[in-house]
């Protein structure tokens, strides 16, 4: 496996969150405030923390599906290719039923500047990356679940973002179809060093998918804890990622954590 | 896979059912259940409709009142999508219309024919003016129900992956995604519309509705009964050709 992070000082930073804000209510009261966040270049980061806590509200926010109440998101995109600076995975896959898997898939495309033989090509390398090339003719309805949500992971992919924020994609899936998209999607992170942003509720999930997992919990929420987890494959039962895993879920609970100097945050390493 | 018999046997349940009612009917004449005069024998119905095709009246009644009915089923179609569309899309819009959407939905489109009668004329105008009313509301509805029911993640996706203006989330999202319900409304307007043209040349425009009027003032009741069925079967055809064009359109939906 080569996803390993790159150490801060030299590698650069994908996108940067500056003390940012969410109200529903105009600022009146916040779900979540004073997030500062940095993801560098070929980072996988897990966002985890309870259910409703903002993590989607704030993956949509650095989307820029909708603007934050305070504080500035910046999104660095390389000038070079055509693609788009951010794609997102979203829970339900929601492809639109009207077009083909492949029509799917090119949503993206359509818009930058592509013609229709190069938009089709980019398209299908996307759906062979995720090994749905041989659907590319079916409506969304004539897949599984599972294949709805790679036609998701390849539409997101062939943009080719700088950052791939996924919103807890593999949530609605059974238990083995997850595992099995799991394993696809490092494999396909293993091959194309991209950065991703991964929204999840489930401790496990984090601890097998990403090279960092950051904790959102409170009320408001906040970054209650960073951490960097070692090379894969990991062994979940090694005292070392066991106890990381034990303040992790103390955090997810709003307890503070004891292993940090600092109550805000702290930046861990086994 | 269900076996075929169901499949095979509602049509010829549908064509039984039919031979029945045709034969009750001329066996109820032939009986003397039925005063004559009051109804004709459906064998009477042939030399009827013979005749009248002889004459050229039956191919300029249809003639005339699918002119009608095609022009007043087209503009009424077009105008009451387009604006359900956009008021669906639009709130502004749609808060702008709906007092005025309140006070003249109820109105039926018959109700409009003294007007038609005044502005238009007892012509094709007119008799195109009424259908158009009533197949509007129709439309008008079916489109906006159909994008008030968008599911609104799609807006989300369609924005995240580069289509979040207004243009382009009408042709991404809105057009394809209320597609099903805006041809159901079609559909509906498509038989309305035949009930609108009867009632529309009922005044006088020429076409079916004037004949059967015509033929009812002369007490030639197998002569309506032709030009009812004559309705049935323009109504079939035009819904059958729809559906050829809808399932073409909407094969995503299977």
Avoid at chain 1, 101 to 120: I, K
Wanted: net charge neutral; charged share 20%; aromatic share 6%.
């Amino acid at each position: 496996m080569n996803s390993v992070v790159t150490p801060a000082s030299t590698a650069d930073v994908v996108v940067r969150l500056e003390d940012i804000g969410l109200s529903h209510d105009h600022g009146r009261s916040f779900i979540l405030r004073h997030v500062d966040l940095e993801i560098r270049r070929g980072e996988f980061v897990a966002l985890l923390g309870p259910s409703g806590v903002g993590k989607s509200t704030l993956l949509r926010v650095i989307m820029g599906l909708m603007p934050p109440g305070e504080g500035r998101v910046e999104l660095k995109s390389t000038p070079a290719s055509v693609h788009r600076p951010a794609a997102m995975v979203f829970q339900d896959a929601k492809l639109m039923p009207w077009r083909s898997v492949l029509r799917n898939v090119e949503l993206g495309l359509e818009g930058l500047g592509l013609d229709r033989n190069r938009r089709r090509e980019r398209a299908m390398a996307a759906l062979e990356l995720v090994g749905l090339a041989d659907k590319a003719d079916r409506w969304p309805r004539q897949l599984s679940g599972g294949q709805r949500q790679r036609v998701g992971v390849a539409r997101a992919l062939t943009v080719e973002p700088d950052l791939l924020l996924m919103d807890e994609p593999f949530g609605a899936l059974d238990a083995i179809t997850r595992t099995a998209l799991q394993e696809e999607l490092l494999r396909i992170h293993a091959r194309t060093h991209g950065t991703v942003l991964f929204v999840t509720h489930d401790l496990d999930e984090a601890l097998v998918l990403a090279d960092r997992i950051i904790i959102l919990a409170g009320h408001p929420a906040g970054l209650r804890g960073d951490f960097t987890v070692g090379p894969r494959p990991r062994d979940r039962t090694a005292p070392g990622l066991r106890a990381m895993a034990e303040r992790m879920k103390r955090l997810i609970a709003g307890e503070e954590d004891p292993g940090a100097d600092a109550a805000y945050w702290q930046a861990s390493e086994i | 896979m269900i076996t075929p018999r169901p499949v095979l046997l509602r049509p010829i349940l549908g064509a039984a059912g039919l031979v029945v009612l045709f034969g009750v009917w001329e066996a109820s004449i032939r009986l003397g259940w039925v005063p004559s005069g009051l109804l004709p024998a459906p064998t009477s119905l042939g030399p009827a409709w013979l005749e009248e095709v002889r004459s050229g009246a039956w191919t300029q009644a249809i003639r005339d009142s699918l002119t009608h009915y095609l022009t007043g089923l087209l503009a009424g179609s077009v105008l009451g999508t387009l604006l359900g569309l956009l008021c669906g899309a639009v709130p502004l819009l749609d808060g702008l219309l709906s007092g005025v959407v309140r006070v003249l939905r109820p109105i039926p489109g018959l109700a409009w024919v003294p007007f038609a009668i005044l502005w238009f004329g007892l012509n094709t105008a007119g008799a195109t003016f009424v259908i158009a009313i009533s197949v509007f509301w129709i439309n008008f509805y079916a489109a906006y129900g159909a994008v008030q029911s968008i599911d609104p993640d799609l807006y989300e996706v369609a924005a995240s992956f580069g289509h979040g203006g207004f243009w382009a989330r009408l042709r991404t999202v809105v057009i394809p995604a209320s597609a099903p319900g805006v041809l159901a409304g079609l559909r509906t307007g498509l038989g309305q519309a035949w009930m609108s043209v009867v009632a529309a040349e009922l005044f006088g425009v020429p076409g079916i509705g004037a004949r059967m009027m015509q033929a009812s003032s002369l007490l030639a009741t197998d002569l309506v009964v032709v030009y009812m069925l004559t309705m049935a079967l323009l109504y079939a055809l035009t819904d059958t050709l729809f559906m050829l064009v809808r399932k073409r359109l909407l094969g995503w939906q299977g």
